[in-house]
């Protein structure tokens, strides 16, 4: 399963933007790249995903670098609710007999948002 | 929308006594997962399921056993609880294979005493 590195712990201001990067340099043509986050004493939700090019959605945006070697999640404003810890994993589609779609979770990047 | 249901939401076993945690979903997705979490770290794939009748190992299955008999449900059995699997257990669902996202439980905190 390909490896993701993230930093151990960001911190951002309330209504501004955040930039979680996210290095998978032994991606993949078959891995799509998903974003989870979990907040406090929850299970994980689904934040974002993508392939290759960027992606919005009503959570945040995705950006993919060219090579796929990295990539960011972006929050465009914090808020206190957005502090929890966000994953960023690789999740290989490969082929029906291949695949069987498993997350594979890392450590995170725990997100404190001050107000 | 229920999504998955995991039940119990707390439980305190001894060790050596067995049990059964219940996870349940209600969106016909046929690929499900369990996990457990240690405190302070990311979640460990104990078992999965791509669909009735067909399951395998993750990465922490010793101590553990699944069946899935239905879509539906996905029960992880323990057997001979150790102090060692006091853990947080997250069970989740998803309709394909990488292509869409996938829902998790609540969790069950599970503490072997």
């Known amino acids: 399963d390909a490896k993701t590195t993230q930093p151990n712990s960001m911190e951002s201001n309330e209504e501004e933007p955040v930039h979680l990067p996210c290095n998978h340099s032994?991606?993949?043509?078959?891995?799509?790249i998903h974003w989870y986050r979990q907040l406090p004493s929850q299970g994980p939700e689904y934040v974002i995903h993508?392939?290759?090019s960027n992606v919005n959605n009503r959570m945040a945006s995705l950006a993919i670098a060219e090579d796929r070697k990295s990539s960011t999640l972006i929050l465009h404003r914090a808020t206190l609710r957005d502090a929890a810890v966000y994953y960023c994993?690789?999740?290989?589609?490969?082929?029906?007999?291949?695949?069987?779609?498993?997350?594979?979770f890392g450590q995170g990047t725990t997100l404190q948002v001050k107000p | 929308n229920a999504g998955v249901t995991q039940t119990p939401k707390f439980r305190i076993l001894k060790i050596g006594q067995s049990m059964t945690l219940q996870c349940t979903q209600d969106?016909?997705?046929?690929?499900m997962y369990w996990y457990r979490q240690d405190p302070g770290m990311g979640l460990k794939l104990i078992y999965y399921?791509?669909?009735?009748?067909?399951?395998d190992k993750g990465e922490v299955p010793n101590g553990y056993n699944v069946s899935r008999s239905t879509t539906e449900d996905f029960p992880l059995r323990l057997e001979l609880a150790a102090p060692s699997q006091t853990s947080v257990y997250f069970c989740?669902?998803?309709?394909?294979?990488?292509?869409?996202?996938?829902?998790f439980g609540q969790g069950t905190r599970l503490t072997v005493v």
């Open positions: 032994t991606i993949s043509g078959t891995d799509y």
């Open positions: 969106m016909n997705h046929n690929y």
């Open positions: 399921s791509v669909g009735a009748g067909i399951t």
């Open positions: 994993i690789l999740r290989d589609v490969g082929t029906i007999a291949s695949n069987t779609g498993k997350l594979i």
């Open positions: 989740a669902s998803s309709q394909s294979r990488g292509l869409t996202e996938a829902f």
């Open positions: 993508g392939l290759t």
